[in-house]
């Protein structure tokens, strides 16, 4: 099994190490030439973590689309989570492809039939999602949508165990999957007291720390996903709900992280500073 790998950003970059950590061959496609460079620098980061280098005999490089898509069977999309921006993205992918090559996509919010509709032969696309960071949460969401091929999906079933994924599988479409239908509404209801000036985000996060007995509170976690990420998240929903308050914690998201470069703990700052977040000290 050959992989590509498609946007190598905050998830892109994991999966495709993970990808080749596991020993298969795997091409990594990148728009933007700059981003490329930080994914090998990530790669490099992983390799002195896991102290081995032997995935960079399974990685490829590529800015170019046409040639990273070639001789593979199967594409990860990790594009941003941009409704437009997927569905040309993976038109493109699909015409280029050979009709029996598995497309998927680690969308966290849009739905398999949200973009089936711009794939050539949509029996073999589906969702394989990831979480963040993938080797401590590994787990993977395995998602069809109507028309997905049953044995294709065991395929990616497979795919995930082999490279060392909890498979979950989600046998009725759902939107943000199993885990994201739990975990958005609880960073919604986190941004809300924050934004609306109800408690400070260190508060918030304190609260849920000591009181759940957990690691990570929901600023912890907005820092992990990526302010990028969360941003597309709130535009998203406000331009779908129509919703003055979210447009204006959009707004401010840009303009007090994203223009600042706070994209969270890939930049060293977002709620908190990376390393020693200060929420660690509420762990018991
Ligand atoms: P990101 O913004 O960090 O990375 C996306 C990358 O895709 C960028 O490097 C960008 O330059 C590149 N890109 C943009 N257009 C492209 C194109 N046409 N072709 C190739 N590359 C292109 O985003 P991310 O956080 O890695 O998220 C990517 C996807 O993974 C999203 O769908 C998101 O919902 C999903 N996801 C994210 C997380 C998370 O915690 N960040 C978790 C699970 C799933």
Redesign the pocket.
């Given at each position: 099994m050959k992989v590509v790998v498609?946007?190598?950003?905050?998830?892109?970059s994991q999966i495709s190490w993970q990808v080749a950590l596991s020993g298969f061959e795997v091409n990594v496609?990148?728009?933007?030439e700059k981003?490329l460079g930080r994914c090998k620098d990530f790669h490099t980061r992983y390799s002195n973590l896991f102290r081995t280098k032997k995935p960079f005999e399974k990685l490829f490089y590529y800015a170019n689309r046409e040639k990273c898509l070639k001789d593979i069977d199967l594409v990860i999309e990790?594009?941003?989570?941009d409704l437009r921006?997927k569905r040309d993205?993976l038109s493109k992918v699909s015409k280029i492809v050979s009709e029996d090559i598995i497309i998927t996509t680690?969308?966290?919010?849009f739905r398999p039939s949200d973009l089936k509709g711009y794939i050539d032969n949509p029996s073999r696309f589906l969702a394989l999602?990831?979480?963040?960071p993938i080797w401590e949460a590994n787990i993977a969401e395995i998602m069809g949508h109507s028309e997905t091929d049953i044995g294709i999906f065991n395929k990616v079933v497979e795919f995930a165990r082999d490279i060392g994924m909890e498979p979950i599988k989600i046998y009725k479409e759902q939107a943000g999957y199993v885990l994201n239908s739990m975990l958005i509404p609880w960073l919604e209801s986190a941004q809300r007291l924050y934004f609306s000036g109800v408690a400070n985000f260190e508060d918030i996060d304190k609260a849920w720390i000591i009181s759940t007995k957990s690691k990570i509170g929901p600023f912890g976690v907005i820092d992990l996903?990526?302010l990028?990420?969360i941003y597309n998240i709130v535009l998203n929903r406000a331009k779908e709900t129509n919703n003055k308050e979210m447009f204006k914690r959009a707004k401010k998201i840009k303009e007090e992280f994203l223009d600042k470069g706070k994209l969270g703990v890939e930049t060293g700052e977002g709620f908190y500073k990376y390393p020693n977040p200060n929420y660690e000290k509420y762990m018991k």
């Open positions: 498609c946007g190598c950003g905050v998830l892109g496609y990148e728009i933007d981003a990790s594009i941003p989570e921006l993205f680690n969308s966290s919010t999602h990831f979480a963040n996903v990526g990028r990420t």
